[in-house]
C-alpha cells in the first residue's frame, strides 16, 4: 500500500476539537459538556502547526454527536453545530493543504449515540426496517454496545444496509478532501467489514490513509461478545497490545495505533523496569514482524489514558527523553495535544472516578505554554522531519 507513503516519516498532531481552540471559557471543563472549541478556531491555529512542524493533523470526531468528545454519533453525513459547518470543514481542509498540511479524521463506524434517530426508531417499531442495523438480544431494552457503555449500541455492520451507510458516510467526508481516518475500535466490526470499507474507499481515494485502533486493554471476558476481532479469545488472553492483534489489520488496512510501543517506551522511561539494551531489542523484535509499508504510528499518550508527563511525575526532563526516542524512531510520530506545552493533569482518570477521562482532556493552556518545552519539541520534530 505504497500510496499512504506520505504518513511514514510525518509529525502527526492529534486535536481534540471541543478542547483545542475556539472556546472562550474554561469553566467547569472538567464536566461532560461542551466547552466551546470549534473547526475555526483549528484553522486560526494553522500557523502554529507549521511553526512547530507539524506534517498531518487528526482531528476528533467532527460529526452531530449527543457528547462532547463526539464518539456518540447522531448523523454520520453532518458537522456537529458545537464544532461549526460544513463549510467550516471545507475551510480547514482547504488551508491545511495550502500549508502542506495533510488532515486526517476520526471515524466510527462500530457503534452510534442511543440518540441516533434510527436506533430510536428500532426500540419504538420491532418491524421497523432500523431493526436489524443493530444487536438487540432482548428487543427494545437489551442489546450490544460498544463493550459495556449502554449510550453507544452496537452497530450490525454485516447487515448490508448498515455497511452501505457507514461506507457512504466514510467516501462523502473524503470527497470534501480529507486525507484519511484514524478508525475508532477497529477490534468492532469484522475483518469482512474491514476489506469492504478499504477496497472501496481505496478504489476512490487511493491516497487515503486508514489506521486502525487495535487495542484490547481493560476489556472484560463479558465483553468479547461486541467484538468481530478473529481469535478474540485468544487475543484477549495474551493481553494488552500484543503484535497478534496488530497482524490481523496486515493487508486490510494502512496501519494501527502502536500502543506496544508507546508501553515499551513508559516501561523504559518511566517505570525503569526494562534496560536500554533490552528497549532496543524489543523494538527491533517489534518492527520485525510487520511489512515496510504497514504503519505503525508511535504516541506517548492520548485521550483515553493519563497524560505522560502526568505519569512521569510531572518531570519535564523524562518527558523529553521519551519524545527524543519517540521521534527518532522509523514510523510516524503522534502528539496529543498539549503535550508539548506542558499541559498535565491534577489526578490519574482512573481514580478520578465518573468522567475520569477528562483528566486527559483539559482544554489547551494557551495562556500557560512551558516555551522550553516546545521549543525542544520543535527542534525534535525539525530533525525527524529531515529524514
Not at 516555551?371 to 522531519?385: A, C, M, Q, V
Amino acid at each position: 500500500m505504497s500510496d499512504s507513503e506520505w504518513m511514514k516519516h510525518g509529525a502527526i498532531y492529534h486535536v481534540f476539537i471541543d478542547r483545542f481552540a475556539g472556546f472562550t471559557t474554561t469553566h467547569d471543563w472538567d464536566q461532560p459538556q461542551f466547552l466551546g472549541g470549534t473547526l475555526k478556531g483549528i484553522i486560526e491555529k494553522i500557523p502554529y502547526f507549521l511553526d512547530l512542524g507539524i506534517t498531518t493533523l487528526w482531528i476528533s470526531p467532527l460529526y452531530q454527536t449527543s457528547a462532547y468528545h463526539g464518539y456518540h454519533i447522531t448523523d454520520f453525513y453532518q458537522v456537529d453545530p458545537h464544532y461549526g459547518t460544513v463549510d467550516d470543514i471545507k475551510e480547514l481542509i482547504r488551508q491545511a493543504h495550502k500549508n502542506n498540511l495533510r488532515i486526517i479524521a476520526d471515524f466510527v463506524p462500530n457503534h452510534c449515540s442511543q440518540h441516533h434517530p434510527f436506533f430510536k426508531e428500532a426500540q419504538q417499531d420491532k418491524s421497523s426496517r432500523y431493526h436489524d442495523w443493530f444487536y438487540f438480544t432482548r428487543w427494545p431494552e437489551e442489546y450490544l454496545c460498544f463493550l459495556s457503555v449502554r449510550d453507544i449500541p452496537k452497530l450490525n455492520l454485516e447487515n448490508q444496509e448498515t455497511q452501505d451507510h457507514i461506507i457512504n458516510a466514510a467516501t462523502y467526508w473524503l470527497s470534501l478532501g480529507l486525507d484519511g481516518f484514524r478508525l475508532d475500535h477497529v477490534i468492532g466490526p469484522s475483518n469482512r467489514f474491514w476489506e469492504r470499507f478499504t477496497r472501496e474507499i481505496k478504489h476512490r481515494y487511493p491516497q487515503t490513509v486508514l489506521i486502525g485502533e487495535a487495542w484490547m486493554m481493560g476489556i472484560r471476558r463479558t465483553e468479547l461478545q461486541t467484538l468481530q476481532v478473529r481469535h478474540k479469545y485468544l487475543k484477549w488472553l495474551s493481553g494488552d497490545s500484543s503484535d497478534s492483534l496488530f497482524k490481523e489489520y496486515i493487508g486490510t488496512l494502512d496501519g494501527v495505533l502502536d500502543f506496544k510501543v508507546q508501553e515499551l517506551i513508559k516501561q523504559y522511561i518511566i517505570h525503569k523496569t526494562i534496560s536500554e539494551n533490552t528497549l532496543r531489542k524489543q523494538l527491533n523484535k517489534h518492527y520485525k514482524q510487520f511489512p515496510d509499508d504497514f504503519l505503525l504510528p508511535t504516541f506517548l499518550d492520548n485521550h483515553d489514558m493519563d497524560r505522560f508527563v502526568f505519569q512521569a511525575g510531572n518531570d519535564k526532563e523524562k518527558l523529553k527523553a521519551a519524545a527524543s526516542l519517540q521521534l527518532s524512531l522509523p514510523q510516524p510520530a503522534i502528539i496529543y495535544y498539549g503535550t508539548e506545552t506542558g499541559l498535565t493533569q491534577k489526578t490519574s482518570l482512573w481514580k478520578a472516578g465518573s468522567n475520569g477521562d477528562l483528566q486527559a482532556r483539559a482544554p489547551m493552556n494557551w495562556d500557560a505554554i512551558d516555551t522550553g518545552l516546545y521549543r525542544f519539541y520543535k527542534n525534535e520534530i525539525k530533525k525527524k522531519n529531515k529524514k
